[in-house]
């Protein structure tokens, strides 16, 4: 499969001109016990804009989870959507959003449909994660599980590659694009740990971190080697 781009939580793929991001958990800062607020809106909206300007995309896919809440909707949440995928179709973008298990109220408050999961050109899946698609592709590209690992006492949220991980095709896992999300440390998991049924095995898969010091994507081995270099 062709290759991808990692930045800032999120994946580009060249071969659509795509940029996929997951579990923006919208409203998670309203019930969070924090002193000083993220500003959720303009931090999305801000890494989002310096994301389209890098790549340049035709179309932004949000893999799921984009609300925090199972039953409510917390206030300016609904406007947070509307500038989101505003300043998409704006500047001529398609924009996609897949459901996830969080967002029971989604419909509710995104200006248009809402997928299950979307097929690109290229034969990418994308969807949430949290259960199988009906779709079959090349490639699956989810989310959901907020994968994240712990480098020298550093904690990253890092992208997952197996190459055969899922129906004998490639399987990427998005970490979560909010901030304010801590990850799932894949450190110390073993076997079937992690809650996508589209994860097979946490062993296979190798994390990717982008490190935004120095501006290069940190590519390690699969998890069963990598945790013993650690």
Not at 163 to 174: A, H, K, Q, S
Request: hydrophobic share 40%; with cysteine.
């Amino acid at each position: 499969m062709d290759e991808l781009a990692f930045r800032d939580r999120a994946v580009y793929l060249p071969a659509t001109e795509t940029l996929v991001l997951a579990d923006l958990h919208l409203g998670r800062e309203a019930v969070s016990n924090v002193t000083a607020p993220l500003g959720e809106r303009s931090d999305l909206l801000d890494r989002l804009s310096r994301l389209r300007s890098l790549f340049d995309p035709t179309t932004v896919v949000f893999a799921g989870d984009l609300l925090h809440s199972f039953s409510t909707v917390p206030t300016g949440v609904e406007e947070t959507f509307e500038a989101l995928y505003t300043a998409c179709v704006d500047d001529g973008l398609d924009v996609v959003a897949i459901k996830g298990n969080h967002d029971q109220q989604l419909e509710t408050v995104w200006p248009t449909s809402v997928d299950s999961a979307v097929k690109l050109d290229d034969g990418t899946v994308v969807c949430h994660g949290h259960e199988e698609p009906d779709l079959r592709g090349e490639r699956y590209l989810i989310g959901h599980d907020h994968p994240a690992i712990t480098i020298e006492g550093v904690k990253r949220p890092c992208l997952c590659v197996d190459p055969t991980g899922y129906r004998e095709r490639e399987l990427v896992v998005l970490p979560a694009f909010t901030r304010l999300a801590g990850g799932v440390e894949l450190n110390s998991l073993r076997g079937d740990a992690l809650q996508s049924p589209l994860v097979l095995s946490v062993e296979a898969l190798q994390p990717i971190v982008w490190d935004a010091d120095a501006e290069q994507t940190l590519q390690f081995p699969p998890l069963g080697e990598f945790r013993r270099l650690l």
